[in-house]
């Protein structure tokens, strides 16, 4: 019919209103005029108001609703004036009699004018408003639950999850993108089997509190107090779950770290066995009692636990204010140890070592003690009996001292004496020598010799022992030294011995004393000589740094196991491979070497291989 090619301008069709018009203005006259009629009826039936204007602008029809909403009832049609912003094209709303009125104008085909369409959306503008308020209330509950510390989240009947806040991704170590989506179970710990009961306690009586263990994203388990609400929609039927979820695993490891503690200190309790284990309140009086307390003390807990722990202490201990003290001197420290006699309900004492522990609260208020005593009375006996006896060997070590001082000074005198006859009859003062007078009298010159060269090791030694053993150093040249020890020690030299001096000319001098410094290279070339076989090679060798200056003395004799090279500097003490060969000694040269490179500031080295020699050297400070 005509009204299909009525066409806004856009070329839109407008609905029924504007095809009813369109109809209406292309039939002819008077099929128009009855169709007319039949279209106003139509019209004063559309919920919505209709205008229509012709080219100039004037109203020629205005249905029932349209009259209703600009406040035109029983207006006569050519006397309606319509509001300016009503003919506006530009106008899409306009606000009248607190009313809000949606404009729609339509033009007309071939500029037969134009329909203007008035809806009311005041309800409707209403209702975005409030639904606009709701969403703002809603944002600002969200904004609330990303501020809560507990994990919130909501699952629909499928058990999705369709809300989580900040703290179920910082909980989970999920993204909320990850989250939402997820199945809740997807969520639970494998070993927790506990998710049936959750579920049927929501469906009986749409709550559930509980603890739960979950997972999180990297395989972790957490506890979680869990509260969990059911709604149901109009129908009754479960649509939704909200879970709040507390994360409580540090409780949970505390509370197993405890119950081991606690357990532990049972067994640590029932294990005792000769410790008294009593706890004190902070003024010292008992308030828990062990079995073994009442074993080593004699009390019962029923008859002590109240008491002062100065119960253990004896009268005299009391008086001069120790147990006071002590407890004083734990609350300060942390802990005391102390050692002394205790007193048992019986009136007998024994010897109690005593750790006192002060327990202190999070919040720095202490609480009282723990006092842990054992019986140490057989070892305090065995330590009585160590200390006598250590008495008695500092004695017998002081009287050996002075035994070796004294016989040594009373030797060396004779021996000098003897020495010095001998050596008179061999330089034939007293008469002409036969040759078996002059080999007995060689006999009595070396064994005289080593006689006196161990007499003097001994009266070093005791000095050293008495804390008199001194230096009297002054800068020596290093080259004179070594020459001077050469020229002692060549002309004695068995046949087929080589004695090698190598010193650097520039070899500075070192402030040493001379005398034992001498004697403690005399002591290495004697033993070189001792443990070198014929056809053997003994080196004395000067060489310095910087820091030191080294004299050696190296030979290719015998050489010294590994596993007595330690051992070697020790007083007495002589290789095994020198007791197999029966080479003569005291075992006290090194350590008299040893000792005079101490007291120098220095120290001694030695490298030994056995079947190919040893060295033996001296390191000297080059300043004193």
């Known amino acids: 019919m005509a009204g299909e090619a009525v066409r806004a301008a856009r070329g839109r069709p407008y609905g029924v209103v504007a095809a009813l018009v369109g109809a209406a203005v292309g039939a002819t006259a008077q ?66 009699a607190e009313r809000h009125l949606r404009i729609e104008t339509h ?70 993108a990850e989250l939402l989506g997820m199945r809740a179970a997807d969520l639970a710990d494998p070993t927790d089997g506990g998710r049936g009961a959750v579920d049927a306690a929501l469906r009986s009586t749409g709550m559930w509190t509980g603890d739960l263990r979950q997972r999180r994203a990297d395989g972790a388990t957490v506890h979680v107090h869990s509260r969990q609400a059911m709604r149901r929609d109009t129908t009754g039927r479960p649509h939704a779950v909200i879970e709040i979820n507390s994360d409580v695993t540090g409780h949970r490891l505390a509370e197993s770290r405890l119950r081991s503690t606690e357990e532990q200190q049972r067994l640590l309790l029932d294990g005792a066995g000769d410790c008294a284990i009593v706890t004190l309140d902070p003024e010292g009086r008992v308030t828990s009692w062990s079995s073994s307390a009442e074993r080593l003390l004699g009390y019962a807990e029923a008859e002590i636990v109240g008491h002062p722990v100065t119960a253990f202490f004896r009268p005299e201990d009391v008086s001069a204010g120790l147990p006071a003290r002590l407890l004083s001197e734990a609350r300060t420290a942390g802990r005391v140890e102390t050692a002394g006699p205790r007193l048992r ?82 330089e034939e003062e007293a008469g002409e020598l036969g040759s078996i007078q002059r080999r007995m009298l060689d006999v009595i010159d070396t064994n005289g010799a080593r006689l006196l060269s161990l007499v003097e090791d001994l009266l070093s030694f005791a000095k050293v022992d008495t804390g008199d053993f001194a230096l009297a150093p002054e800068l020596i040249d290093v080259t004179d030294l070594l020459a001077a020890v050469d020229t002692t020690v060549r002309p004695a030299l068995p046949t087929g011995l080589l004695l090698d001096l190598v010193v650097p000319a520039a070899v500075p ?66 290789s095994s491979l020198a007791r197999e060969q029966h080479i003569q000694g005291t075992g006290l040269g090194l350590a008299l070497v040893k000792t005079i490179a101490e007291a120098h500031g220095g120290r001694v080295t030695l490298e030994s291989e056995v079947g190919k020699g040893t060295c033996v050297t001296l390191h000297l400070p080059r300043t004193a």
């Open 31 to 96: 099929v128009a005029l009855r169709r007319l009629r039949l279209h106003r009826a139509a019209l004063d039936t559309v919920t919505d108001g209709v205008v229509i204007l012709d080219p100039r602008g004037r109203v020629t029809m205005v249905n029932r609703t349209a009259r209703a909403l600009l406040g035109l009832t029983g207006a006569p049609l050519r006397g309606i004036v319509l509001p300016a912003a009503l003919t506006d094209p530009a106008t899409d709303e306009i606000t009248l």
């Open 107 to 176: 033009h007309l085909a071939d500029g037969a004018g134009t329909v203007t369409v008035i809806s009311d959306v005041t309800d409707r503008k209403l209702a975005d408003r409030r639904l606009a308020a709701h969403i703002v209330a809603l944002e600002g509950q969200l904004a609330l639950l990303d501020l809560a510390h507990d994990a919130v989240l909501i699952r629909d009947a499928d058990g999705r999850i369709t809300y989580c806040n900040r703290a179920a991704e910082t909980l989970y170590g999920r993204p909320r």
């Open 345 to 426: 309900r019986d009136g007998t004492t024994f010897w109690a070592n005593s750790v006192i522990t002060a327990a202190v609260a999070d919040d720095g208020d202490l609480r009282g003690f723990v006092k842990v005593i054992r019986d140490d009375t057989p070892q305090h006996e065995v330590e009585e009996q160590v200390v006598a006896l250590n008495h008695e060997l500092r004695e017998l070590d002081r009287l050996k001292t002075d035994l070796i001082a004294t016989v040594s000074h009373e030797l060396r005198t004779p021996l000098t004496s003897i020495r010095g006859y001998t050596e008179m009859l061999l």
């Open 509 to 574: 001098p070192v402030p040493v004393d001379a005398t034992h410094l001498n004697r403690a290279l005399l002591s290495l070339l004697s033993n070189a000589v001792k443990f070198s076989p014929a056809g053997g090679v003994i080196t004395l060798t000067g060489e310095y740094d910087e820091n030191e200056v080294r004299l050696s003395v190296r030979d290719t004799g015998i050489g010294i196991p590994p596993d007595e090279q330690a051992r070697l500097f020790q007083r007495f003490f002589r």
